[in-house]
């Protein structure tokens, strides 16, 4: 039986999964990368090799996420795809109509426009946390909650209680604020969720077409209480998939299998490069005004590969 690795490595998680050859996820892990990429790629492929069925053979990988060409060089990848293509390409594979995929991950968010199965726009927040799920963490341990209650908190609210969104800093010294005069809790959290709802539309969905059907992807997709303001919000159904966490990686899988169509063989290294030693580095290059700074990764001692540089200079062949 073929199955094709896909594999998104991003800051807050990183994400494995095996895909059959009809597109159907065989096993799917959710870790987290707590800032130790190559430890997170390795433990995962370790733990994706133990629970794969017997006579599963890895026919082709795909990476994606901000640290795809770190897991590519790792691994081998038969193809490295941006986030947006990778997401773009699992929400078509279930869903061949849908129009928006909202996407939130711990760190960034993204919004993605397809028209007829083909990506028009998108838009990336990556320089700000009110819209991400790092907010909802960061309110959470104020209140003292665990984030795995947000939703189900949020759902039995009351009242309206809004919350500026605009900024990390200014929403905290609200949420204080509405404490101190007595707000109940479901009520804060759920003006908490609308804020961060807000900011999302109000930056990274400005401006941009949002059509049904409308796929909710990403971890923060689990949240409940983010899913029904989104409803609220843009009066249309929101459909969160059932691998919502892992979508991503479930892309890359697909553009694998898409990819060994065309070269018909995989350069996968197999699951033993989990026990095998990386190391990373990194230099300014001086040969040019531009002084690149340049980072690379060993296997053995050995260069694997290189990348930020704006010429083919240090190019591993």
Avoid at 19 to 26: L, P, Q, R, W
Avoid at 185 to 209: M, Q, S, T, W
């Amino acid at each position: 039986m073929k199955a094709y690795l896909g594999i998104d490595v991003g800051s807050v998680s990183t994400n494995i999964v095996t895909c059959g050859e009809d597109g159907a996820v065989i096993t799917g892990l959710y870790l987290r990368t707590r800032g130790r990429p190559i430890e997170a790629i390795q433990k995962g492929l370790q733990e994706t090799a133990e629970s794969l069925p017997p006579g599963v053979e890895i026919a082709g990988v795909g990476t994606t996420g901000s640290g795809r060409y770190l897991a590519g060089v790792m691994v081998g990848a038969d193809v490295v795809k941006n986030e947006i293509t990778a997401h773009a390409v699992a929400a078509s594979a279930q869903e061949p109509d849908v129009q928006t995929v909202l996407e939130i991950g711990g760190q960034d968010s993204k919004i993605i426009i397809l028209r007829d199965g083909v990506v028009t726009d998108f838009a990336m927040n990556t320089v700000c946390a009110a819209g991400t799920g790092s907010f909802l963490d960061q309110q959470a341990a104020r209140l003292n909650i665990p984030i795995t209650r947000f939703g189900e908190l949020a759902l039995q609210s009351t009242a309206t209680v809004r919350i500026a969104g605009r900024c990390t800093v200014f929403a905290e010294s609200d949420m204080i604020h509405k404490q101190q005069m007595g707000h109940a809790l479901p009520d804060i959290i759920n003006g908490l969720c609308e804020a961060l709802v807000r900011n999302y539309l109000n930056n990274v969905g400005k401006g941009k077409e949002i059509l049904p059907p409308v796929f909710f992807q990403g971890g923060v997709a689990a949240n409940t209480g983010i899913k029904a303001a989104f409803e609220r919000a843009l009066h249309m159904p929101v459909t969160v998939p059932e691998h919502h966490k892992i979508m991503g990686a479930i892309g890359a899988a697909i553009l694998a299998a898409e990819e060994i169509k065309e070269c018909r063989t995989t350069r996968f290294k197999g699951f033993q490069i989990a026990g095998l030693p990386y190391r990373t580095s990194s230099f300014e290059c001086d040969g040019c005004p531009n002084a690149c700074e340049i980072a690379e990764i060993y296997e053995n001692d050995k260069v694997i590969g290189r990348w930020g540089a704006r010429c083919p200079r240090w190019d591993v062949v």
